[in-house]
């Protein structure tokens, strides 16, 4: 897709990343060579060969794999500091960034660790441009809920450098209540509330109707399939709960960008935002996002501003962000 000057110029916000998902092959491979880790493909194009998916699982098998070059805290300094630099020259100026501390810890990799080198890339690149990223802590659904538990306590000692909870991975047999204490606790402590709702799943409105009933959470990642039902799709514009809908995502793991669907959401004044999910696997960050769906989605210029205006709108930004946005 090409990016039009205006998509191009748009001060954009970003809520729906995770930057496990910005891993670069470039990044990749010399992660592993400075790590001693031998990559199970020859080059980058053997790499981005295995890049071929067609549902959630087999996009996230890769993900993981893809994670095992992230070792020392100067790794996930690296991986960071390269999504600020390359949403920077996107023009975004604030993201909430997904991180999967499980992923690391349960690989041997600090808890410590990983955070102090995503919190230090962002603090460098909020002081040297006018990109600020955010970190949002996310669960595993496919472990269990005592591992959740067990690191949102490790995460109370950081508290100041997350905004947030939320879950993701493998969806299947992964309702939302299975974390119902783990969520009780995080908004106790303060934090943030959201969950991935993917698109498509079996039993999906179900999962919403849990995470708007039952978790009480402050946004929901996907969610789309929320217009199935229109007294939960109700119930989501009435509270101004925001969807972060994945375009380029959607069209790898189900079956399309659901264009028409951001429409609609669009249309039923559903605060619906536009994100990039894991851009160095889909191949498309949030410009290339927006320039994909604009033609299926009929998306005006005003369109395109409004998207803006409802994430920030959305997001957890401090009041001083906000306002220097808006
Ligand atoms: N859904 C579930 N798990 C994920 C995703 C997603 O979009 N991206 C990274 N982990
Ligand atoms: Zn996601």
């Known amino acids: 897709v090409t990016v039009d000057a205006f998509i191009a110029g748009l001060p954009k916000c970003e809520l729906h990343l995770h930057i496990e998902g910005t891993l670069e092959p470039g990044l990749k491979f010399a992660l592993a060579q400075r790590n001693g880790i031998e990559l199970p493909y020859a080059d980058e194009a053997a790499l981005r060969a295995a890049y071929d998916f067609h549902d959630l699982p087999g996009f996230l098998s890769v993900y993981y794999e893809g994670m095992s070059v992230l070792r020392t805290e100067q790794d996930f300094y690296d991986l960071a500091a390269a999504y600020a630099a390359k949403a920077h020259s996107q023009n975004v100026r604030y993201a909430e960034i997904f991180f999967d501390p ?20 962002l603090d460098d690149a909020e002081r040297e441009t006018d990109f ?3 970190l949002v802590m996310c669960f595993l659904r496919d472990f269990q809920a005592e591992f959740a538990m067990a690191t949102l306590v490790q995460a109370l000692a950081y508290k100041e450098w997350i905004i947030g909870v939320g879950l993701d991975s493998d969806e299947a047999g992964n309702p939302p209540v299975k974390f119902r204490e783990v969520f009780a606790r995080a908004r106790a402590e303060g934090f943030r509330l959201t969950m991935h709702c993917d698109v498509d799943q079996k039993n999906s409105t179900e999962h919403i109707r849990q995470v708007v009933e039952e978790i009480g959470v402050d946004r929901i990642d996907h969610g789309v399939n929320a217009l199935e039902d229109p007294s939960l799709i109700e119930r989501i514009r009435a509270r101004g709960l925001g969807l972060t809908v994945c375009p380029i995502s959607n069209a790898h793991v189900t079956d399309g960008m659901k264009a028409a669907e951001i429409r609609a959401l669009l249309d039923q004044d559903v605060k619906v935002t536009v994100n990039s999910d894991d851009p160095a696997y889909f191949l498309g960050y949030v410009a290339e996002n927006l320039a994909a769906l604009r033609e299926p989605a009929a998306l005006s210029d005003a369109d395109l501003v409004r998207l803006q205006r409802n994430a920030i709108e959305i997001s957890w930004a401090a009041p001083a962000v906000r306002e220097e946005f808006l």
């Open 102 to 121: 499980q992923a690391h810890t349960a690989r041997g990799v600090a808890f410590d660790t990983v955070i102090r080198g995503l919190t230090r890339a």
């Open 132 to 134: 600020k990223g955010r």
